[in-house]
C-alpha cells in the first residue's frame, strides 16, 4: 500500500490547475511508494478559493500561507504562487522542515535564489523546481541519446522559445491573471518566463554556460493595469529576448524568446548539431523528435521522425499505447512521478534548487548583458 | 451543485481505463449539471478486478453483468468489455431501463447491432457509441468548417487508417489482450476495429454511403493462441481491407485499413476534397488541422496548418492554454462531457446506437463485398 | 568527341519543349558517347514551328511527319504530339529503321500499344517511352532500397495522383492545349495521363499487377469546346479514377487520380509497406523520400526524410552540389541519358514499347472494370 | 529579333558552370529584348578551359583576364573567379566601359568594395552582383507580400545558414576547389560565403540594419592543404558566426551561420514576425513559403504552405505548369532576366554594386565585432 504525502499547494492559478491535476492522476499511472494526499490549498481568496477545492479534491483551504506551513499535516509545500513569494514561502518552509516543490522560474534573481537553494539544504529536505519540460517524453529521449554518445562533440546548440499572446496593445498588465507582464511580480518579461525552460533545457543537455551576451526590448511601452482599468502604467518587462553563448563544451548557442511572434503559440524548440548526429525539436508537436544520425548509410541519411509514443520511449509505457499521445498536463505528472520515486529511492532529484539556481544565474547575465551591451562571463559557470 | 449520475462500468482492459479515467476527470474541467459517480465496475477476475478498482477509485465491484445490472443504485452501465458482450449487455440494460454506453463497434453484426439500437428506443433511454474521435478538437473543427460551407460540393474523400503492430508472426491470437484478432469475439478485424472508425467520421462530414466495393487480406494465416501457449491456429480476422466508396452526395471515396503498414502507429487520416476547400487530418499529428481554402488570393493559396489549441477550437477553452496540446485520453473525457451535457439538455447525442448501427451496416457490406467480389449498395443508405 | 545522334521531334507543345530543354542540355551535365542533334522539329502549324525552332535552335522544321520519317538524316523519331497519333507515328518510324521515342501513355488503348511494341521489336530499333518520373532522383533512390532487400516483403502499395486544375466549369476542353480533356485524343483522361504514371512506378518498384476493381466519375458532364468558342459538347473523359489491386507478388493497392482535388497540384504519391521497411514519396516535394527502417534501434526508429540532393543519390553527381535540387525538367534530361547511355552500352532501356504496354493493359482493364463493375485480371498479369 | 550582349566569362568552377548554363537557357524561356553570346570565357588553366569552352559553347578562351577586357567584342564581363580577385577585374572592367556582373561577395571586405562600387559608378556602366537567392520565386515572392504590407510592424528577422560539409577534420583547405576555406581567397569563411545570402535577404526585405554584435569560432584549427598534400596549415576562416542585430525599423534579428550543423545540407532560412503576418522559408523546400495571415478568421488562423509553382508566382510563369518545380541553377537564369530587362528598360537593378557594399560593410562590422566583443554600429546604416 503505498505511503501519503501529504500536500499543502499555494496558488490556484493556470499552474495550481496543472499541479492539482497532477495529484490526482499520478498514482492510476505510476506505481509509486507514495501517494500525495491533496491536503490543502492556500490562496488569498477564500471564495473562490472554495470552489477551486471542492472541483479538485482538496481537503481544506488556508488563506495564509504561514498557517499552512505551520500545519503538523503537511509534509510537502508546493509553491505555484507568483515569482515575487516563491522566496519568502520556500525559505520558511524549509526551515519548517518541509519538503518544498516551486514552480519555476526559481526565484526573481539569483539573490534570492542562492538563499532558497541554501534553505533546503541546510534543512536537508527533498526539493524540486517544476521545470515541467524535461518530462516530455521527447526532451527525455533527447537526453538519453545525448546520454548514449550519439551527438559526440557538440559544434551548435540553438533555442527559441516564442509566443505571440501579448502583440495586441489591448492586453493590459499586472493584476491576478497578467502579473507576468509586471516586472515587480515576475522579475522579468520572457527571460524569466519562457527562456528559464530553454537555458534549464540547454544545460542539461548540453552543460553549463560560460557566457553570453544578449539584447532585450520592449516593444509596447505602455500598457492599462488590468487591476486598475483605464490606468496607464509603463511596461517594466522585456517583451522580447535572445543572447549568443558560449559553452563550457566549446559549443556555440543562440536563445531567444518572445510573445511577439506572429503564429508562434507555445514555439518552444532546440536544435543542437553534434559530430555524431543532431537533434530539433518543436514543444507544438511534443510527440515527436528530429534525428539526423550520421552513422546511417550515406544513400539513405535523413532527418528522423521519431513518433515519441512507444513502450521504448521515456514515461510511455505508463500511458496509453504506441500512436497514442499524451498532452501538456502529463510533463506535471510525470514530473511528479518522478519526484516521487526520489522520495522512495533517496536519489536526488534533478532540477532541485541548487539546479535551477544556475538557471537563474544565467538569466542574471542575460538582463545584465541586455542593459551593458557586453559579454558576461557566468560566475561558477 | 451537480446531480449524481451513478456508473456501472464492464470491462477493465484498455478501454476500462479510458473510461474511468473520463470519468475521473470530467468535471474538474467541464462545467456540468451531471456529474458521474464510480459506482461499480465489472469483470469476470475478481482479484484483478479489486486492484483496478482501487486505482481508479470504483466503489465496488461485480463479476456478473446480469447482477450489475439489476442494481438499483445504477443509472447507466458503460460496456468496455470485448465486441461479442455488446449485445447482450445492451438489450438487457435498455429492458432494464439503464442508459447505455458503449465502445465501439456497436455489435459483431449489423444484425446484433440493430436488436441494441432498437432495444434502447423502445426503453426510451439515453444512449451513446464510444466513438471517441468524433471529440479529437481537430476532427470536431472539420465538422464546422463542413457546417459553415466552406467545402462546398464535395468530389473525393479518402480514409485509411494504418497500424503496424501485428507484422511479428510471433503475436499471438485471441485471449484477454488480444480478442481483437478473434473472429468470433471481435466480429471482424481491422474492418471493426478501425474502420468503423474511419466510416463514422466519414458519414459524420460527409453524408451517407451509397455502395462500396472491397477486399481483405489476411497476410498471416496462423498464430499461436494467447490462451493456449503452443497451440496454433487458422486466423480468422482479416488483417486488411480496402473498399471504394459511392456517396450519396455523388462524391467518390476511398478507405483503407491495416496493421501492416510498417511505420504507421494509429495513422487515421482523411481527406476531402471540395470545390471550396480542402481538409486534411491525421490522428498521429491530432493537434493539427490542414485546410486549404479557395477564397484566399491567388497568390497565397497554401494549405494552413491549424494548430488547433486556440479558446476557439472546439473543447479547447475547457483544457489548458493555447498552444498547449491535450491527448488521446481527453477524447474520451471530451465525449463524456457531451453525453452529459445532453442530458442536461434533452437533446439527443451523436453517436447513438442508430447512428452506429448505420456505420456496422457498411462494414458488413465491406466484408461482404470482399467475399463476392461485387459491388453492394448499402440497404436505406 | 560524342557520336551525333539526329533528332526529328513532333510536337512543340507543353511536351515539345521539355524535349527541346532536354536536348539542349544534356551534354554539359553527362558524360555521354553521344550528342542529340537537333535535327528537325515536326508539326503542322509552319508559322509558329517557325517561332519554336528558332527559340530552341532545332535546325529545320517539318510539317507533315511521314516526310520527316523519310529524311535520311534523322536517325531518331521523337513524338510529343497528342496521343491519338503515337500509333502510326511510331509504326511508320519503326518500319522505316528510326529509334522511337514516345510520350506517355504509349497509345490511347492496349490494342494499339501492342502494334507499336510489335513494330519497334521486329524493327530491331532502340526505343523508350518517356515515363519521367522515373529519372526523379528520389524515385530512382526508391527503386534502389527496393533492389536492396530493404523492404522485405511488400504488403501494401499505395498510389494518389491529384490535381485541380479542371474544377473551373469554364475550363473548355478538346484543342491545341486541352486535348487531354477530350477522350478522343487523348485515348481517356486521368487515368491515361495521369495514373499511368503510377502504374508504371508501381510495376517498377513492386512487380506485375494481377487484377483490378475500379470506378470512375466525370463530374463536368459538358464543357465548351476550345476551337468552337460557344459551342457545348459533353465530356467524354473520367475526371477521376480510383481502383483497387492485387500484385502478383500478393501485396494490396490502392490507386487514386483526380483533377478535382482542391489544394493537390502535381499531388504524385505512393506509400510502400514492407516487412523490413516503408517508402514514402510526394512529387509536390520531389526532392525528398521518406523511409522508415525497421532496423533502426527501437526508441529511435522514425520515418526519416532523405533530401535527395548529395552525390551519393541517383544523378545528382551530375548536377550540382548537396543541398541544391533540381526541377521538373532535369527527369527529362536524366532518362535521355540514360537512353543515350544505353545505345553505348547495348543495353535495352526500360520502360521500352513492350514495358508501356504493361502499363497500357492495366489501364485498359481499370476503365472496362470501371464500366463493369466487376474484378478484371490482368491478361499475362 | 533580340540584341546580343557578348559575355566575357571569368572562372569556370561551380560558379562558371551555373552562369554559363544561365546564358545558354535565357532565351528559351524569357522573352527579351536582348540574348546574351558566350563571347569567351577565361581562366589561367588553357587546357581543362579548351574543354569547358566546348562542352558549355563558350567560343573563345583567354587565360589572361586583362586581354579578356580589353576585346572589343566583349560588351560585359562577368567574374565568378575567387573573391580576391573580384576587385582588380571589376575595376579594370568598369575603367574599360564593359558592363559588370560579380559573384557574391562584392569583395574581401569593404574597402575593397567601395572602390568597386565607385568603379562602375563612375563608369556609369551597368553591374550587377549575383545574389541568386534573390530570385528563388518563394522569396521574390516573400518581397512582394511585404511590400503588398502584409506583415505590418516587424519585430522580428531570422536568418539561418547552415550545412555540414566541413566536420571532418580530412577535408582539406586552399587550392582550386577549396578556396573557400582560405581567409587569403575569400576574404572570410561563412560570414562572406553564406551570411552575405542572408544580410543581402535581409535588409532587402526588412531594410537597413543599425548594429550587430557577433561571435566566431572555428572549431577544426589546422588542415591539410589541398595544394601541397601532406602538409598543415592553420584554419584561418570563421568556421561558425553567430550574431544579434538591432534594425532601423526596430526590429531585432538574429543571424547564424556554420559549415557544423549535421544533418543541414544548404538550409538556408529566414523567418519574419509582423504584426499583420508572418513569413518563413528554407532553401531546402525551396518552393514552399510558409505565410501566417493575422486576417484570417480565428479557428482557421494556421500557416499557410504554399507551393510557389503558379503563373501568379514570381518568374513561374516562364517556366513549366503549377506543381512543377525549378531548382537550384534556375535563380541564376532568373537572375539574368532580370538583368537583361534591366538594360531595355534602363532601370537600375538591383542588387547592383552599391546595394552589395552595403551587405559588405555588415559582414565587415559582423567580423570586427567578434574580435572585440562590442556592439557596432553600422556606418551610414
Known amino acids: 500500500m503505498a505511503k501519503p504525502l ?5 496558488g490556484y492559478g493556470f499552474m495550481g490547475r496543472t499541479h492539482s491535476n497532477a495529484y490526482r492522476k499520478v498514482n492510476q499511472f505510476f506505481d509509486l511508494e507514495y501517494h500525495p494526499v491533496m491536503k490543502a490549498i492556500c490562496a488569498r481568496s477564500e471564495e473562490t478559493l472554495q470552489a477551486f477545492a471542492e472541483r479538485w479534491g482538496w481537503e481544506s483551504c488556508e488563506t495564509d500561507w504561514h498557517k499552512l506551513i505551520e500545519r503538523d499535516d503537511i509534509d510537502a509545500i508546493d509553491i505555484a504562487s507568483p515569482n515575487n513569494t516563491h522566496h519568502d514561502i520556500a525559505v520558511a518552509a ?3 522542515g518541509k519538503m ?3 514552480e519555476k522560474p526559481l526565484a526573481i534573481n539569483a539573490a534570492e535564489g542562492l538563499e532558497m537553494a541554501e534553505a533546503v539544504e541546510q534543512a536537508g529536505v527533498a526539493n524540486m523546481v517544476w521545470f515541467n519540460y524535461r518530462r516530455v517524453p521527447a526532451i527525455a529521449l533527447a537526453k ?15 533555442a527559441e522559445y516564442l509566443q505571440d499572446w501579448t502583440i495586441s496593445p489591448k492586453v493590459p498588465q499586472g493584476g491576478a491573471t497578467l502579473w507576468r507582464l509586471d516586472a515587480e511580480v515576475a522579475g522579468s518579461g520572457v527571460t524569466g518566463d519562457l527562456l528559464a525552460h530553454s537555458i534549464d533545457t540547454a544545460m542539461w543537455l548540453n552543460g ?4 553570453v551576451t544578449a539584447m532585450t526590448e520592449t516593444f509596447i511601452k505602455e500598457r492599462e493595469l488590468q487591476d486598475e482599468p483605464g490606468k496607464i502604467g509603463p511596461v517594466s518587462i522585456d517583451d522580447a529576448c535572445a543572447f549568443l553563448v558560449r559553452f563550457e563544451n566549446g559549443a556555440m548557442g543562440t536563445f531567444e ?5 506572429r503564429g508562434r503559440k507555445n514555439y518552444n524548440t532546440f ?3 553534434g559530430e555524431g548526429g543532431s537533434l530539433c525539436f518543436d514543444l507544438e508537436d511534443a510527440h515527436r523528435l528530429e534525428y539526423f544520425d550520421n552513422c546511417d548509410d550515406d544513400h539513405v541519411h535523413g532527418w528522423r521522425s521519431i513518433l515519441v509514443t512507444d513502450f521504448e520511449h521515456p514515461y510511455m509505457d505508463k500511458w496509453w499505447v504506441p500512436g497514442c499521445v499524451i498532452g501538456y498536463e502529463h510533463t506535471f505528472i510525470n514530473a511528479l512521478a518522478d519526484f516521487l520515486d526520489s522520495l522512495a529511492s533517496g536519489e536526488t532529484l ?9 538557471t537563474q544565474i544565467v538569466c542574471d547575465a542575460v538582463l545584465e548583458s541586455a542593459k551593458s551591451g557586453q559579454w558576461i562571463e557566468i560566475a561558477g559557470g
Open 271 to 273: 536544435e543542437i548539431n
Open 6 to 10: 501529504n500536500i499543502g499547494l499555494i
Open 350 to 358: 534533478q532540477p532541485d534548487f541548487r539546479c535551477a539556481l544556475d
Open 257 to 261: 524568446s518572445t510573445r511577439y511572434a
Open 144 to 158: 538519453q541519446l545525448v546520454t548514449e554518445g550519439r551527438l559526440g562533440k557538440v559544434f551548435h546548440y540553438r
Open 100 to 102: 518544498v516543490l516551486c
Open 94 to 96: 524549509a526551515q519548517a
Open 208 to 211: 553549463p554556460i560560460h557566457s
